[in-house]
């Protein structure tokens, strides 16, 4: 139906409007003269091109589509991710990626299945902050281990037992009916305590439960606002875009060094097949220079010289000069002479050794670019 709020508008629509300018009296409360979203927070405006025309009848076919947004949201922000337990396929990978990605999360706890499972084990990690460790973490120690309120985070992740986590889990939550690949396994734990000895702080600060039917309204909205909005370690859009342009930069210099490594190698490998064949043709050609002067000395033939060579079916006669057998000789002193230039060039620009250091620098660099997008080794940022 139309709007019933402005005379006007609801007897003619659009089709007509007697106000000139919204200095007019008859302008208040006519929709061609509001902002049609009066409560929203942000607005997304895309610039259309030179000549396109306006489609006054487009909407995207899913009301809240993401897809027809040409804008990755994670440039405007930290993406958040709110996890309700169900039986949505692939839920567990969803989880995982979204801890591996150090995005905000905040769990459902009185949900089923994955969600269910995750914040179980999320509970247990989080009491490697409680004020007695020693007492919330004992159940879930290996044996032989101790720790005391003194003990840091990591080295309380260090002393558990992802075996202890997982029977802790199996039998707060009855997992039977669930599949293989959407249950927690024990190689899921072990990761998941791998990544939290690595960022502890992202588990402290930026992963959390919630249980919605304990406290106040008021106290979930807070509890949401404060997880959501949470950067652990200096993980901000602009520290992960500087991240971003480090490692590109990095991969951009990995990709030079191992073009100059191949053009190495393909230089030597071209220089090694010419000394090569040099050597052949040498060892060819001293044979037939020896074979001709035998043949000369048998025959003593003034002139042009004759060698016959026999053939399964048929004699190859052939007719030389004593002109062309000392063109044999020069050309034999020349090849050897050649290759040991070539391989003495090659040693001494020293080809191969530096082939090898590129190559090893590249793999170096690869390395480097690896423990950098994995936060490990000297770019750990947990304490």
Not at 7 to 20: Q, T
Not at 195 to 208: D, G, H, I, T, Y
Not at 212 to 235: D, I, R, W
Not at 350 to 378: C, D, H, K
């Amino acid at each position: 139906g139309k709007n019933k709020s402005h005379p006007e508008f609801a007897e003619h629509g659009y089709d007509n409007w007697s106000f000139d300018n919204y200095n007019d009296e008859g302008v208040t409360g006519h929709p061609i003269a509001s902002w049609p979203w009066p409560y929203a927070d942000l607005f997304i405006l895309f610039y259309r091109e030179a000549g396109a025309d306006a489609n006054w009848n487009y909407m995207t076919e899913d009301r809240l589509s993401m897809d027809a947004v040409p804008l990755s949201f994670s440039t405007l922000g930290t993406v958040g991710h709110v996890f309700i337990g169900g039986s949505e396929s692939q839920m567990k990978r969803k989880l995982l990626h979204a801890m591996q990605a150090v995005s905000p999360m905040v769990l459902i706890d009185n949900t089923p299945d994955a969600v269910k499972q995750m914040s179980l084990l999320v509970s247990v990690l989080k009491k490697a902050w409680d004020r007695a460790p020693a007492r919330a973490c004992g159940p879930f120690l290996r044996d032989g281990a101790s720790i005391d309120s003194g003990s840091s985070s990591v080295e309380i992740f260090q002393a558990m037992l992802p075996a202890k986590i997982l029977r802790y889990v199996e039998a707060e939550f009855d997992s039977s009916h669930m599949t293989q690949e959407e249950r927690l396994l024990l190689s899921d734990i072990v990761g998941l305590l791998d990544l939290a000895r690595r960022r502890p702080q992202v588990f402290k600060e930026m992963v959390c439960v919630l249980e919605p039917l304990h406290g106040s309204p008021e106290h979930t909205a807070s509890f949401f606002a404060t997880v959501l909005a949470s950067n652990s370690a200096g993980y901000t859009p602009t520290s992960l875009a500087v991240s971003s342009a480090l490692a590109l930069g990095a991969w951009r210099m990995h990709r030079r060094m191992v073009t100059g490594a191949s053009r190495l190698k393909t230089r030597l490998t071209v220089t090694y097949v010419v000394v090569a064949i040099l050597i052949c043709l040498t060892v060819a050609l001293a044979i037939c220079v020896v074979a001709l002067g035998i043949e000369k000395a048998r025959v003593r033939k003034v002139g042009y010289e004759e060698i016959d060579a026999a053939l399964p079916h048929a004699t190859l006669h052939i007719k030389y000069t004593s002109v062309d057998l000392c063109v044999l000789r020069i050309i034999l002193l020349l090849l050897p002479i050649a290759a040991g230039l070539l391989a003495a060039l090659e040693n001494r620009n020293q080809t191969s050794q530096r082939w090898a250091s590129a190559y090893s620098s590249a793999s170096r660099v690869a390395a480097e670019i690896y423990q950098f997008l994995s936060s490990v080794g000297p770019y750990n940022l947990g304490p």
